[in-house]
């Protein structure tokens, strides 16, 4: 493998480790979101406990991570050669930026600055979907609001997410005749597949019917949003 490939792998993970919703609790705040709420290291948790400013904050923290690293990082990445070819060139851009994406979302879920334990990957996730395929995001996220809006669980609306993204792709390219490289629905099918994993917790709590709802007008538990 080319140097620069194994750097940008490397440099995509540690990116993903960064727990912005620890530092930013802490830094902002003086909280460290994980002795409160769910005690998850992630945007939901931080807006039940910080407020949705600060949510909103780090959800776009994470969602940075994941843009940069299937954006600049993979295409520095990509300068000094890849050590495979897929059928085409836009299958082998695409694969290679899911895998930098898809490395910072490992970062997330076990990050080297956080003890390896992590938030649930979803905004990172969002963020190196919007270099890649950002209408098939668009739809997913659409699906994610409404779900989100009419029930106020954050998961049922992520897993709907998880099912609309890679149907969509799948949509485009045999429905519409959208030229979607086959790397890209394998990946959006292995997308829908992490977060319905990342959120197994939250289906058991679900079917159990004791998943917390978000409710806007509840005061954060630690301090005031701002």
């Keep these: ?91 082998t851009e695409a694969i290679w930026r899911f895998a930098c994406g898809l490395m910072a979302v490992l970062g997330h879920l076990y990050p080297v600055f956080a003890g390896f334990k992590g938030g649930k990957g979803v905004a990172t996730m969002a963020g190196l979907l919007v270099a890649i395929t950002p209408v098939a995001l668009a739809v997913a996220v659409t699906g994610f609001v409404v779900v989100f809006l009419a029930t106020r669980y954050v998961a049922l609306g992520s897993l709907a997410a998880g099912v609309l993204y890679p149907l969509t792709l799948f949509v485009q390219r045999f429905a519409l005749g959208q030229p979607v490289p086959n790397g890209v629905l394998v990946f959006g099918v292995l997308f829908g597949t992490i977060l319905f994993y990342t959120h197994r917790t939250n289906i058991a709590r679900l079917r159990a019917g004791i998943e917390s709802k978000i409710d806007f007008r509840a005061t954060p538990v630690v301090g005031k949003d701002p």
């Design 1 to 91: 493998m080319a140097i620069s490939a194994a750097l940008a792998l490397v440099l995509s993970y540690l990116l993903g480790s960064v727990p912005s919703a620890i530092w930013l609790g802490k830094g902002l705040r003086g909280v460290d979101v994980r002795q409160h709420g769910s005690g998850n290291a992630g945007a939901t948790n931080v807006f039940r406990v910080l407020g949705w400013k600060m949510g909103l904050l780090v959800f776009l923290a994470d969602a940075f991570k994941g843009w940069l690293a299937a954006g600049p990082v993979a295409s520095w990445g990509m300068a000094g050669g890849l050590p495979f070819a897929a059928s085409d060139p836009h299958s």
